[in-house]
């Protein structure tokens, strides 16, 4: 393991931790820089960064080749081999288009700078498929009475479906996209969720819990989340298995200017007659066996953080907050979930969403 600088700022000793051995120090001579890419194995990229987290450089073993045709000797300090024209992503921007462009890229590891050039984190593109600024809300208070005896002493979202609980597979799957802030409404049994999950420290995140007293229906809870850190909120059901791709729900969302968009899923109705089109009771057309397709609602909201001022206190569903919004004329909109997506309350589902784990990618 590379010894770490003595003196850290917060954020940065934060950061090092898992990343120490991609930082070297910009007065460190060549020989050490080759030492550290050889021992890396992969994402052979290194920080050039003081002890404060100050970022100067990125540098390869590229950037020490080409150096070394240029007749720069192997004692100079890699502050003089160092590529000082590197990509990054600032902190508390929209970085969303940018992470898409460098991925095209294959680029891997990009830093995360805050306003005076202090490295915040690095964000790995091959693990994050993107940094989307949201926090997400996911709704886990529910008594889960529809799979007794299965949840009389465990709630539902800790029932395992694969190698982990429901819940985790959503929380994991958030934590691919960006995700750094999870807030869970919990009732029922909800100890044993805290307890699951803490604070969120062991995936990397910060989550924290609102405790319902009384059933505040989907939405409710809401307005009891003391903090949000972003302009938009996601909110979920903690019992849907899917591969959403939450990055083009954000984009499509943002691209409508919506106020609150619903993500549904596609369900077709097959009529087993022929279904006459008519009118002032003349037959226009006739349509045999027609099938219709009609968006569900799949439970998975994205919304601007004002709309939450909006919930009355008390019990209060989405559905109502949707219908409250369509009357004052704001953006409401849809986005198609084309991938996966299983509701687990029932046995039956439940035991496919056991059966499609093994099947599907999320």
């Not at 024209?85 to 992470?99: S, W, Y």
């Not at 420290?201 to 924290?208: H, L």
Request: hydrophobic content about 40%; aromatic content about 8%; glycine content about 8%.
């Amino acid at each position: 393991m590379v010894p770490l600088p003595n003196k850290l700022s917060l954020s940065y000793a934060k950061f090092v931790t898992n990343y120490a051995n991609h930082i070297i120090a910009p007065d460190a001579p060549v020989t050490r820089a080759l030492e550290q890419i050889g021992q890396l194995g992969q994402y052979l990229t290194l920080f050039v960064a003081d002890d404060t987290g100050k970022l100067f450089g990125t540098l390869t073993d590229g950037d020490i080749r080409r150096g070394l045709l240029n007749g720069k000797p192997l004692t100079d300090a890699v502050s003089r081999f160092m590529n000082p024209n590197f990509r990054f992503l600032r902190q508390h921007e929209d970085n969303t288009d940018t992470i898409r462009l460098f991925r095209e890229q294959l680029l891997q590891l990009i830093p995360e700078l805050d306003t005076d050039g202090r490295l915040v984190r690095i964000i790995n593109l091959v693990k994050t498929r993107a940094l989307l600024p949201i926090d997400a809300v996911i709704m886990a208070g529910g008594r889960g009475e529809r799979l007794l005896p299965l949840t009389r002493n465990t709630p539902k979202p800790l029932l395992p479906v694969g190698s982990k609980p429901i819940i985790e597979h959503n929380v994991d799957r958030l934590i691919q996209y960006g995700v750094g802030h999870v807030h869970i409404t919990t009732r029922y049994l909800g100890e044993q969720i805290e307890a699951f999950f803490g604070d969120g420290t062991a995936k990397g995140i910060q989550i924290d819990y609102t405790r319902e007293t009384e059933p505040l229906g989907t939405v409710g809870a809401m307005r009891l989340t003391p903090t949000y850190h972003n302009d938009t909120v996601l909110l979920m059901n903690s019992d849907l298995l899917t591969n959403i791709d939450f990055e083009d729900f954000y984009s499509e969302f943002r691209r409508q200017d919506a106020d609150m968009a619903v993500a549904t899923v596609p369900y077709p109705v097959s009529i087993p007659f022929g279904v006459l089109e008519t009118n002032a009771g003349r037959i226009h057309a006739l349509r045999e066996k027609p099938t219709y397709t009609y968006y569900v609602n799949a439970g998975i909201y994205l919304m601007k953080r004002s709309v939450i001022d909006m919930i009355p206190p008390g019990p209060y569903n989405a559905t109502d907050l949707l219908e409250q919004l369509i009357a004052t004329q704001h953006t409401v909109t849809y986005f198609p979930l084309l991938g996966y997506w299983l509701d687990i309350g029932r046995p039956d589902d439940y035991q496919k969403a056991c059966t499609d784990i093994n099947h599907i990618a999320l």
